[in-house]
């Protein structure tokens, strides 16, 4: 299973048109990366030469964390010396690309690598829903684009790709009990590796007050381009029935279940919870340039990167499966046009969250 999603794919540096600002648009992450400068101006501040430890949480290719943890580092530098070594560890599962990861980190224009001559990079592939890290060794965890990944598939949709728009009501509830227990274990785990003082950052997907999830449009079009492969023999039933995305949105309440009736769970308290809605990017520009067919590829690009590789898991042969390029290439042409042909806002439910780590006995 997948525990992180590509968001963050700014033009390519040779189109002429990069700029950092064109990452900072992507949903949540100008007001998560404030939220991580206050983490980092708060946390302590271990003694020189024990270095200052940065844990990123579903590292995927490193794009989604690369302006974060610069933000951070330059927060931090404020506070001790220069030679002050910084390590950050990026985590994700075996399956992620690592290779991926660290191009990123050596050679993209906004790798902290570059900026800051004491920073130090490293990988784990393990599940963040297990200990990953030593106790009590991180001081600043980040996640982002992440968590909203369950650690299984209780059960296939049978009627969508997404659970939040299923008429079934015992998958949704599978689901929900999946949920429950991810974000449970995964803070559980999180509250062992942090240092006392130290801070967690996570951006995630969430369900607003009106129970809305997000992405209906989007979600409802993928289905139907999944369907249309199906009518013309390159998707099997038994492959149609087994695709789904396995990702959920949490409401506020959900968020604050462990924490219930304290306040506390693993020495960690949430500081900070907010439910927002994140801005349609592409919906944006559409408004300012009414280029309805760029407005359909660009929701399809974000898709086929952050989605498409889960759905080739069905495949009957797998990712590896001969048919999945054929099968990208014409649900992203599918849902592109499906959306071009009538453009419409999607709601984006995003939380940002801050937990802190207080002593045992406050």
């Not at 803070?187 to 007050?209: C, N, P, S, W, Y």
């Not at 304290?262 to 439910?275: D, T």
């Not at 952050?306 to 054929?326: C, I």
């Amino acid at each position: 299973m997948p525990e992180s999603s590509i968001v963050v794919r700014p033009e390519p540096i040779e189109s002429g048109s990069y700029t950092a600002g064109s990452r900072l648009q992507a949903a949540g992450l100008q007001g998560a990366i404030k939220l991580f400068e206050e983490a980092a101006a708060a946390v302590p501040i271990p003694r020189p030469p024990q270095p200052f430890v940065i844990a990123d949480y579903g590292a995927s290719t490193g794009h989604n964390s690369l302006l974060p943890i610069c933000a951070a580092i330059a927060v931090v530098r404020k506070r001790t010396r220069t030679d002050h070594p910084t390590l950050v560890v990026h985590t994700d599962v075996p399956d992620n690309d690592f290779t991926a990861l660290f191009r990123t980190l050596a050679e993209d224009p906004d790798t902290y690598l570059s900026k800051d001559s004491a920073a130090f990079a490293s990988a784990i592939g393990r599940s963040f829903y297990s200990q990953i890290m030593p106790s009590s060794s991180v001081i600043l965890g980040w996640s982002s684009w992440a968590i909203h990944w369950l650690s299984r598939v209780p059960a296939p949709i049978p009627d969508h790709v997404h659970v939040a728009y299923s008429r079934d009501e015992t998958v949704r509830a599978a689901y929900a009990r999946q949920a429950a227990t991810d974000w449970h274990e995964f803070i559980a785990f999180r509250g062992r590796e942090l240092r006392r003082g130290g801070r967690l950052v996570v951006m995630t997907t969430a369900v607003d007050d009106n129970g809305e999830v997000g992405y209906r449009k989007v979600l409802g079009a993928l289905v139907d381009a999944i369907d249309e492969l199906a009518a013309d023999g390159l998707l099997t039933a038994d492959e149609v029935h087994r695709m789904g995305i396995p990702i959920v949105g949490r409401r506020e309440q959900d968020f604050l279940a462990p924490f219930a009736p304290k306040g506390r769970f693993e020495q960690l308290e949430i500081e900070h919870l907010e439910i927002f809605d994140a801005g349609d990017r592409f919906w944006q520009q559409y408004q300012v340039d009414g280029n309805a067919t760029t407005f359909g590829a660009q929701w399809a690009s974000f898709a086929r990167a952050a989605v498409f590789p889960m759905l080739a898991t069905a495949l009957e042969g797998g990712a590896a499966d001969p048919r999945t390029a054929e099968v990208f290439d014409r649900l992203e042409a599918g849902l592109a046009a499906r959306l071009a042909a009538a453009p419409e806002k999607t709601q984006i439910p995003m939380a940002h969250l801050v937990l802190t780590k207080k002593p045992r006995n406050p």
